[in-house]
C-alpha cells in the first residue's frame, strides 16, 4: 500500500509543496482569459446547424453506467439499450465511468459511431480528492487559506483527469447554518464571504487557468440554490426563505465561483417557496443566466427533474421535462425525463427549439473548450494514471492541508503539545485506531482503510513506539458500514471500558479518539441529535475519572454537542476528517511540529434545540434582557454558541491593539483603511487568522450584528509584532435593500477586528 510505505521527513516537505507549487505555476491561482472563444463559437454554432433534433436532445442527455464499461458487451434489456443510445448519439454525458481504459472505450462508443462522432463528457463526484484524500471541505475551510483550497481541488484535477474523467461535481457552496444536515461537511461553512473565497479557490485549483490542458476538470457549483436552508436540517427538505436571504447569503458563494468562471452549475433537490429549483426560471434564467451572464450549461442533480413529480408541479416526465427546460435546466442527469419527452414537446409547440438549441450550444461549448474534439481520448492515457495517482507529492499536499485545517478548541494547563519521549501515552478510542473515517464521505474513488490511523500517526511520531499502548474501549458501530447503508451504533457492548481505565491510569497522558463514523455524514445523513453516538461519551467519563490529562481528538463532518467534554476535558483538537494523511498531521499537532492555526467555520451549538445557529444573525427587537423573561432567549440555555464563528486557540497567545481608521468618514465610491498590530505574546512562532467584520446599524432592511468582510493569516515568532491593514470600499458595504438592488446606504457602521466573531476591538465610522 502506497501510503504506509510512504515516509517523508519534516524537513523535506516544504521543499517538496515548493516544487508542486512552483510546477503547478500560474495554473493555481489565476483563469485567463480565453483568446480562442471566437473560434469555439464558430465550431459550435457549425456543428450545431448539422444536427437533427434528436441528437440535440441526445446532448442533453446525462446516464450513469449499466455496465463494467472494461468488460464484455451487457447482456440485460437496459444496459443494451444504453449502449444502443451511446452509439446512436443519445447520449451526451456519462457519470460513474471511471478509469483510463474504461473512459476511453466509452468514449469510443460514442465517437466512432455516432453520426456527428461527437464525444461524451464524464463526470464524477470528485469532492475532496480522488484517490489522495484531502480533509473533507468544512475542515477544509476550518484553515482559512483558500490557496489550500486551490492545491487539493488542483491535485484533485490531476488525478481525476489521469483517470479518463472531465468534469466534477464540485466545489458545493451552500451557507449551511444547521449541523443536524448531513451535508454540513461538503460545505465551508455558514458565512457567505469565507463561502465565495473557498468557492473561487475550488474553481480556479479544479479548473486551472486553461480548461484544454489535461491536468484539468471542468468544476460545477451546487447546489443552486438553497439547499442547505432545507427544514430542520433534513435532506431534500423544503426550503422557504425570503428573496433578501437568498440574494445576501445564499447566493454570494455561486456568484463569486460564475465570476471565477466555473463551466458548470447544478440545480438543487429542494423547493423554494414552492417552485423546485430545478424549475425555477427566476435562478437559472434571470439571475443565473441573465443578470450573471453564465456562459457554461445548467446540470440537474441525479433526477430532480424526474422529481417535479412528488414535488407535486408536474404530472408526468412530460410535464416535469417542460418545466425543467423552459427554466432553463440543460442536462439531465438520470431523470430520463429529456430523452423521452423533448421531441414530442418541441412538435406540439409546447417548448421552443431555440431553447433546445442554446442548452446544447452551452453544452457544447464546455466540450469544446476541454480540448475532446480535438482528442477525445486525450485523458484516457494508462500510464498517466499510474504515475499521478497517490504519488508522493499529492500525499505531502494532502499532509500539509491537513494540518492545516484543524482547530484546538481547548488547552487548559499547556497539556498539549505533547512529549515525544519520556510520557507515556494511551491511545484510546473507537477511532483512534480507524484506518477508513478519516478518509471522510464522499470518498471519490479511495482505497477502503487506506488512511493513516491516529494511533499510527502517534507512534510514527514519539521516539519509543512502546511508550504508546492502545485499546478501543467501545466500537462505534456494529454491522456494515458502507455509503449507502444507514449505520447502526454500539448501544449495548462496553466491555472493553475496564480495559481503557486501566490503561488510562497508567499513562501520563491519554489520547482519546471520538466523534463520527465518517459515514454519519454527508448526503443522505441528516440527524436530530448530533452528540456522541454509541457509548463515545460514556467511555470518556470512564477514562476521564482514571487520568484527568485527557486530550480529545475529535473526528466529525459537522459541529457537534459536547457541552459536557468543553466542561471537564482539559485539551480538544478539531479534526475533522483530515483524509490520506490524517494520523501524521493530527500527531504534527499533538507533539508540536506544527502550531495550530485553524478557526471554525460554523458555530458549535450547546444543545441541539439551538439550530440553526449562526454568528451573523439579526437583532431582533429584543436581543437584550429587560428584567423579565420577555426577550429573545432561551430560559434553559445560554443563546450564544459554545465555540463561535472563526474560533481557534494557539500554542502561543496573541495580543490586538486598538482598531485604527485612516477616517471617521467615508464617501460613496471611496474607500477606508482598518488597522491593527498584532502582537506574539507566547514563547513559539504562530499563526494567527486577523478577521475583519462590520455591522451597518440601519438599513433599509434590518442587517446582521456582525458581517466578515475580511481575513488575514500571518506568521509571527515569539515577540514580533506585525501591523495588519485591511481596505474597505463602499461596495463592501453593499447589500440587497428593501428594493432588492444592492448598493451600499449612508448611515453609522460599525467596523470589528479580531481573533473570532466574538473577541473583537471595535471602532465607527459614518458613509456618506
Not at 442527469?333 to 419527452?341: A, K, L, R, V
Not at 500525499?395 to 512529549?419: E, G, M
Not at 445523513?525 to 467511555?539: P, Y
Not at 485591511?726 to 481573533?755: I, M, N, R, W
Request: hydrophobic share 40%; charged share 25%; glycine share 8%.
Amino acid at each position: 500500500m502506497v501510503i504506509k510505505k510512504l515516509k517523508i521527513k519534516h524537513m523535506k516537505w516544504s521543499a517538496i509543496l515548493l516544487l508542486l507549487f512552483l510546477a503547478l505555476g500560474n495554473n493555481l491561482y489565476a483563469l485567463k482569459p480565453k483568446a480562442n472563444d471566437e473560434a469555439i463559437e464558430k465550431k459550435v454554432n457549425e456543428l450545431l446547424s448539422k444536427m437533427t433534433l434528436d441528437e440535440k436532445i441526445g446532448q442533453l442527455n446525462q446516464y450513469t453506467s449499466q455496465w463494467e464499461m472494461t468488460g464484455p458487451a451487457p447482456q440485460g434489456a437496459s444496459a443494451q439499450k444504453q449502449l444502443q443510445e451511446i452509439k446512436s448519439g443519445a447520449v451526451g454525458s456519462m457519470l460513474n465511468v471511471v478509469g483510463a481504459e474504461a473512459t476511453r472505450k466509452t468514449q469510443e462508443l460514442a465517437v466512432k459511431n455516432s453520426r456527428l462522432h461527437i464525444p461524451l463528457i464524464f463526470g464524477y463526484d470528485v469532492i475532496h480528492g480522488f484517490k489522495t484524500m484531502f480533509p473533507i471541505p468544512l475542515g477544509e475551510a476550518a484553515s482559512w487559506e483558500p490557496e489550500l483550497a486551490k492545491l487539493s481541488a488542483h491535485v484533485a484535477a490531476v488525478e481525476a483527469s489521469a483517470a479518463g474523467l472531465q468534469w466534477t461535481f464540485a466545489p458545493m457552496m451552500d451557507i449551511s447554518r444547521d449541523a443536524r444536515w448531513g451535508r454540513t461537511m461538503e460545505g465551508s461553512g455558514e458565512d457567505p464571504y469565507l463561502g465565495a473565497e473557498f468557492a473561487a479557490a475550488r474553481v480556479h485549483g479544479f479548473q486551472g487557468s486553461d480548461l484544454s490542458e489535461d491536468s484539468t476538470i471542468a468544476a460545477c457549483a451546487k447546489h443552486f440554490a438553497a439547499y442547505g436552508f432545507v427544514e430542520s436540517g433534513r435532506d431534500y427538505n423544503t426550503v422557504d426563505i425570503s428573496e433578501h436571504t437568498l440574494r445576501n447569503t445564499v447566493l454570494p458563494p455561486f456568484e463569486a465561483a460564475v465570476k471565477a468562471g466555473v463551466a458548470t452549475v447544478m440545480n438543487s433537490f429542494n423547493e423554494i417557496g414552492g417552485t423546485p429549483a430545478t424549475a425555477s426560471a427566476h435562478l437559472q434564467r434571470d439571475i443565473l443566466k441573465g443578470q450573471w451572464g453564465f456562459k457554461g450549461f445548467v446540470v440537474s442533480d441525479w433526477n430532480s427533474i424526474g422529481e417535479l413529480i412528488p414535488h407535486g408541479v408536474a404530472a408526468n416526465k412530460a410535464e416535469a421535462a417542460e418545466l425543467a427546460i423552459n427554466a432553463g435546466s440543460d442536462m439531465d442527469m438520470e431523470g430520463h425525463c429529456y430523452i423521452t419527452s423533448l421531441k414530442k414537446l418541441v412538435e406540439e409547440g409546447k417548448v421552443k427549439e431555440s431553447l433546445i438549441d442554446d442548452a446544447v450550444r452551452r453544452i457544447l461549448r464546455v466540450k469544446f473548450e476541454l480540448g475532446l474534439f480535438d482528442d477525445p481520448y486525450r485523458y484516457s492515457n494508462v500510464e498517466r494514471e499510474k504515475k499521478e495517482i497517490l504519488s508522493p507529492e499529492h500525499l505531502a499536499a494532502a499532509r500539509k492541508v491537513a494540518r492545516h485545517s484543524i482547530v484546538l478548541l481547548k488547552n487548559d494547563n499547556h497539556l498539549l503539545p505533547l512529549k515525544k519521549k519520556g510520557q507515556t501515552i494511551a491511545v484510546i478510542g473507537p477511532l483512534a485506531a480507524d484506518k477508513d473515517s478519516p478518509l471522510g464521505s464522499w470518498r471519490a474513488q479511495a482505497v477502503t482503510g487506506s488512511a493513516v490511523s491516529l494511533l499510527e500517526g502517534v507512534k510514527a511520531a514519539v521516539a519509543d513506539k512502546n511508550s504508546v499502548e492502545y485499546t478501543e474501549g467501545t466500537a462505534l458501530t456494529v454491522g456494515p458500514r458502507t455509503f449507502t447503508q444507514e449505520l447502526k451504533f454500539n448501544t449495548t457492548d462496553s466491555s472493553g471500558f475496564d480495559a481503557a481505565r486501566q490503561m488510562a491510569k497508567k499513562a501520563d497522558v491519554v489520547v482519546l479518539a471520538v466523534g463520527e463514523n465518517c459515514f454519519q455524514t454527508g448526503e443522505g445523513r441528516s440527524q436530530t441529535e448530533i452528540g456522541m453516538k454509541g457509548l463515545q461519551e460514556q467511555l470518556m467519563k470512564a477514562v476521564y475519572a482514571a487520568n484527568k490529562n485527557v486530550v480529545v481528538v475529535l473526528m466529525n463532518g459537522r459541529p457537534l454537542v459536547i457541552d459536557w467534554m468543553a466542561e471537564h476535558v482539559p485539551a480538544i483538537v478539531e479534526a475533522w476528517h483530515l483524509g490520506s494523511e490524517a494520523g501524521n498531521a493530527i500527531a504534527d499537532v499533538l507533539f508540536g511540529d506544527y502550531n495550530p492555526s485553524g478557526k471554525l467555520p460554523v458555530s458549535f451549538p450547546r444543545a441541539v434545540g439551538q439550530l440553526p445557529i449562526y454568528y451573523n444573525h439579526k437583532s431582533t427587537g429584543r436581543p437584550d434582557p429587560t428584567g423579565t423573561v420577555f426577550w429573545s432567549h432561551y430560559t434553559d440555555q445560554k443563546k450564544t454558541p459554545l465555540f463561535p464563528f472563526g474560533y481557534g486557540l494557539s500554542y502561543t497567545t496573541f495580543k490586538y491593539s486598538p482598531v485604527k481608521l485612516s477616517s471617521h468618514e467615508m464617501s460613496m465610491g471611496g474607500k477606508l483603511e482598518v488597522s491593527v498590530n498584532v502582537q506574539n505574546t507566547g514563547k513559539v512562532a504562530g499563526e494567527e487568522v486577523v478577521q475583519l467584520y462590520i455591522r451597518d446599524l440601519v438599513g433599509s432592511v434590518s442587517r446582521p450584528v456582525k458581517e466578515l468582510k475580511g481575513f488575514r493569516k500571518i506568521a509571527l515568532k515569539p515577540g514580533e509584532s506585525q501591523k495588519v491593514t485591511f481596505t474597505l470600499t463602499s461596495d463592501d458595504l453593499a447589500f440587497y435593500g428593501a428594493d432588492l438592488k444592492k448598493k451600499a446606504e449612508p448611515g453609522d457602521f460599525k467596523v470589528f477586528v479580531g481573533t473570532n466573531s466574538d473577541d473583537v476591538q471595535e471602532n465607527s465610522f459614518v458613509l456618506k
